[in-house]
T-cell receptor, first 114, second 113 residues
Framework: ETGVTQTPRHLVMGMTNKKSLKCEQH?????MYWYKQSAKKPLELMFV???????ENNSVPSRFSPECPNSSHLFLHLHTLQPEDSALYLC?????????????FGQGTRLTVV | GEDVEQSLFLSVREGDSSVINCTYT??????LYWYKQEPGAGLQLLTY?????DMKQDQRLTVLLNKKDKHLSLRIADTQTGDSAIYFC?????????????FGKGTKLSVIP
């Protein structure tokens, strides 16, 4: 148990659906991240939030829309996804964005787009 | 850009030592990490090493860093079946005023009983 909780653990959605992934941490961390893990590819950093402000958007398509209402919660809103978006989506948090902080990961949401 | 390379598979017999290797490209890396991912789970931080260190030992885990060759290794002594997982090497680099992690593709360790 890392202290980072993601829901749901599994999600199947159609290409016309709208769904949201949720991430929650009560570690007192100020930075939160979304990563995408696809088969046979390195983890891809999608978004970074620090003190609720987005600091990184790694050229992620607009069909992925993050939201960070407070430092403890992070959402990823999904709409009109493609089958190639099927992957494990991992949330992580760290104390801040400095060099000596560790990132703690949630267990991920396994997303399947049909 | 930053790049982290790992071999994809490693098989060892139970009780033997496992050595997982990683190379990275960013010479300004500050910290290097090893994460473990068990099936259906997220990433668990195993250990890390600061870039001015050569070695770090933590129980059955030994991390060796060759900064000149940009080579990192993780040795697991007395490997057990519970060590079967995917191991990710990651480096923390400086980008756009903050520090970010870059991961390798992961090495799948299979432990044969």
């Amino acid at each position: 148990e890392t202290g980072v909780t993601q829901t749901p653990r599994h999600l199947v959605m159609g290409m016309t659906n709208k769904k949201s992934l949720k991430c929650e941490q009560h570690l007192g961390h100020n930075a939160m991240y979304w990563y995408k893990q696809s088969a046979k590819k390195p983890l891809e950093l999608m978004f970074v939030y620090n003190f609720k402000e987005q600091t990184e958007n790694n050229s992620v398509p607009s069909r992925f829309s993050p939201e960070c209402p407070n430092s403890s919660h992070l959402f990823l809103h999904l709409h009109t996804l493609q089958p190639e978006d099927s992957a494990l989506y991992l949330c992580a948090s760290s104390q801040d964005l400095s060099r000596n902080t560790e990132a703690f990961f949630g267990q991920g949401t396994r997303l399947t787009v049909v | 850009g930053e790049d982290v390379e790992q071999s994809l598979f490693l098989s060892v017999r139970e009780g033997d030592s496992s050595v997982i290797n990683c190379t990275y490209t960013d010479s300004s890396s500050t910290y290097l990490y090893w994460y473990k991912q068990e099936p259906g789970a997220g990433l668990q931080l195993l250990t890390y090493i600061f870039s001015n260190m050569d070695m770090k030992q933590d129980q059955r885990l030994t991390v060796l860093l060759n900064k000149k060759d940009k080579h990192l290794s993780l040795r697991i002594a007395d490997t057990q079946t519970g060590d079967s997982a995917i191991y990710f090497c990651a480096e923390k680099y400086s980008g756009a005023g903050s520090y970010q992690l870059t991961f390798g593709k992961g090495t799948k360790l299979s432990v044969i009983p």
